[in-house]
Every structure is written in structure tokens, then in C-alpha cells.
């Protein structure tokens, strides 16, 4: 069984850093391309990065030059360092991953960006 289990959010200043973590189980984590999403309230969940099984990765233009995504195949962890944080980032951030053609997402993590 698959299982995705975020952490890290919490409430951080603008301007602030924050960095999640995923840990996969369930799957052969370094075959797969895996995926940050997030959604706020009253909006559609939207893609924020991702990271190949080769290492590439891509990110949504609001977010480029600010948050990297990273990958350990070895403790089947990914993780997202999110810096110079705006409240627009504020959301609930989770972890994806398309296996055997269905999705799988964690319970997510509330990242609060505010003053």
C-alpha cells in the first residue's frame, strides 16, 4: 500500500523559509516522478514542482527562484525548500505521486505565511 506522509508547515513570516518533507512508502520510490501540489482555500489544487526519476525538475512560475525540490532515493524522502516566502504561498501543501496509473497523495501539510 501506498503512503505519503508530509511535514514541515507550520506559520512563517513573509519573507521566511520553510522546508517540507515527504516520506514514501509502499512504492519503489526511485522509479517514479514525484509531485508537490498545494491548494488554498476557495482554489483549485495546482502543481507546484516536480522531480523526475532522472533528477529533473520543474516548477510552476510562481515559484520559480524561490523553492527547489529535492529527492532521496535512499531514505525515500522528498522534500521542498521554500524560500522568501509571500502570503500568496499560504496553503495546504501535499505530496503526489501517479503509481500503477492512479494517484496517491498524502494528508498535506498547512504551510501559513502572515504577519
Known amino acids: 500500500q501506498v503512503r505519503l506522509v508530509e511535514s514541515g508547515g507550520g506559520l512563517v513570516q513573509p519573507g521566511g523559509s520553510l522546508r517540507l518533507s515527504c516520506t514514501a512508502s509502499?512504492?519503489?520510490?526511485?522509479?517514479?516522478?514525484l509531485n508537490w501540489y498545494r491548494q488554498s482555500i476557495g482554489k483549485q489544487r495546482e502543481l507546484v514542482a516536480n522531480?523526475?526519476?532522472?533528477?529533473?525538475?520543474n516548477y510552476a512560475d510562481s515559484v520559480k527562484g524561490r523553492f527547489a525540490i529535492s529527492r532521496d532515493n535512499i531514505r525515500n524522502r522528498l522534500s521542498l525548500q521554500m524560500n522568501n516566502l509571500a502570503p500568496e504561498d499560504t496553503a495546504t501543501y501535499y505530496c503526489?505521486?501517479?503509481?500503477?496509473?492512479?494517484?496517491?497523495w498524502g494528508r498535506g501539510t498547512q504551510v501559513t505565511v502572515s504577519s
Open positions: 503526489n505521486v501517479q503509481f500503477r496509473g492512479l494517484p496517491f
Open positions: 522531480i523526475t526519476s532522472d533528477g529533473t525538475t
Open positions: 509502499g512504492i519503489n520510490f526511485r522509479l517514479y516522478t
